[in-house]
């Protein structure tokens, strides 16, 4: 979200920051069932734009200790959270056996042809001169054409001016769409 923000102009990357977690944080999280601010702080948090709140009006108590109530409604809301983190337990284990059983169904070898149009994977470095945050980059360059098949993991690439990329790992490789 942070790249979609900043686009090119990677020193203001932070500009955004507090947009960007409300939402992330009181999202329902697939895998768990629940948002990350439930799970963190016990409670669903409330947009700082609410224009009114009801507030009840705070009465000096006589008696600073605490009382039965307080004490039951503080085990009653622990007991919850107790159980509220076995279920997200339970949850994240389903949640692991259905995503890896997925994964797996569709986990092919891939190779690539002479000729197939291909992605290559890039690894910039930030540069504070240049104004780049490496993290912002783009992982991806291309497209390039396959031009020799070296062995079945490594490849000659030529990009669309036919300039030549020599031996490149499959794993730095993915199809072009």
């Known amino acids: 979200m942070i790249a979609q923000f900043c686009e090119d102009n ?22 768990t069932g629940f948002t990350p601010a439930f799970l963190n702080f016990g ?3 409330e947009s700082s734009k ?3 709140r009801e507030e009840q009006p705070s009465v000096p108590s006589e008696n600073p200790e605490p009382t039965i109530a307080d004490i039951t409604s503080t085990e009653n809301r622990l007991n919850r959270l107790k159980e509220t983190f076995e279920l997200v337990r339970l949850n994240l284990s389903r949640a692991f ?10 986990r092919r070898e891939w190779q ?11 690894d910039p ?3 504070a001169v240049k104004g780049c ?10 497209p390039y054409t396959v031009t020799r098949k070296i062995s079945p993991v490594v490849y000659d690439l030529a990009d669309k001016d036919n300039r030549k990329i020599r031996r ?3 794993k730095d490789l993915k199809p072009a769409h």
């Not at 890896?100 to 569709?106: A, E, P, T, V």
């Not at 945050?133 to 291309?142: D, H, I, M, Q």
């Open 10 to 31: 990677h020193k203001k990357w932070d500009a955004h920051l507090s947009e960007l977690t409300f939402p992330f944080n009181t999202s329902r999280n697939d895998s």
């Open 43 to 45: 409670r669903k948090l």
């Open 50 to 52: 609410t224009l009114l």
């Open 97 to 106: 056996a259905s995503q890896s059983h997925y994964y797996n169904i569709r």
């Open 112 to 122: 690539c042809n002479p000729g197939d149009q291909v992605m290559k994977r890039e």
């Open 125 to 127: 470095l930030s540069s």
């Open 133 to 142: 945050a490496a993290k912002l980059a783009l992982k991806y360059s291309g």
């Open 168 to 170: 490149i790992h499959i």
